[in-house]
């Protein structure tokens, strides 16, 4: 297709075709309603590879030669908004109670070790929220560990920001100038990137939620972070990916969903546990 021409539309059978293999390759489920935003979506794909219908992408991503197309298909279709400090009762919750706990435990299992995911961690402000907070308190209550904070997302594109941890004066509007100041570098033109000695915590790997297999290689975490990406699943991968995280965590370890993301229907082997205005997850002994 000439990219001057219109948009290419794609049918309803061929946006249902594209939705089962979406579905069945990240876990990500697009209702009815999604059409037109796939649409939008795919056809610039379309137009880049001169590719003639929907259908002839969809050859292609299941043809010997798709596993590139794929990688570039999770970053078109994926929704990678994020923040630094995102829903700060959270994160509050995380310092104050959550680090200190896991701490505790990990000293009464002889562990010198703590390891953070960050699983769907989009651009990395996730990750350099905590990475801040754990900085801050190494030489109290992290006294004696290692932190690890590993981030990962289904998005290439993504992951490169996160790992150059560079991020303009708007996006990091949330950080007091105090913070800005001690853990950021400024590059000019109102960019800022993160300080080694911050970006030192952190590890950023492509881990789709949905490689059950893969998992155990990520090892043993002591809190998972998983927010504002479960919206994405249908029941049934949720159940999966809470399951997976379940036997990825230490026994009383805590799991950290998004705000509108309750886990309560699943029988997860979690307990609740609430915070001032928050709420998380803990792994039942
Ligand atoms: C809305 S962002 C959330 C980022 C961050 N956790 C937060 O709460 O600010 C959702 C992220 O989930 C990622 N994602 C979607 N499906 C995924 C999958 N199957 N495996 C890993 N990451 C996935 C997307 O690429 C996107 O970056």
Known sequence: MDP???KQQM?????????????????????????????NRLSKRLA???????????????????????????VEITTNE??????P???????????????KLARERGQTRLRIWSAACSSGEEPYTLAMICHDLRDTVLRGFTVEILGTDISDKVLAQAQDGVYNAYTLRNLAPEQLQRHFVSLGRELYQIKPDLHRYTSFRNFNLVDYVGYRALGAFDVIF???????????????VLKA????????????????????????????????KAMGYRKRA
């Open 4 to 6: 001057l021409q219109a």
């Open 11 to 39: 049918t309803l059978s061929e946006f249902r075709s594209i939705r089962e293999f979406i579905y069945a390759k990240s876990g990500i489920f697009f209702n009815e309603s999604k059409q037109y935003f796939l649409e």
């Open 48 to 74: 880049e590879l001169n590719l003639r219908s929907y259908g002839d992408y969809l050859a292609l991503l299941q043809g010997l030669q798709g596993g590139p197309e794929l990688k570039r298909l999770f």
């Open 82 to 87: 994020t923040s630094f400090w995102r829903n």
């Open 89 to 103: 009762p959270q994160i509050e919750a995380f310092q104050n109670i959550v680090l200190p706990d896991m701490a």
């Open 226 to 240: 998983c927010r504002n990406v479960l919206i994405y699943f249908d029941e049934a991968v949720k159940a999966q």
């Open 245 to 276: 995280f379940h036997a990825q965590l230490h026994p009383r370890a805590t799991l950290l969903v998004g705000h509108s993301e309750s886990i309560h229907a699943f029988n997860t082997g979690f307990e609740l546990m609430h915070f001032s």
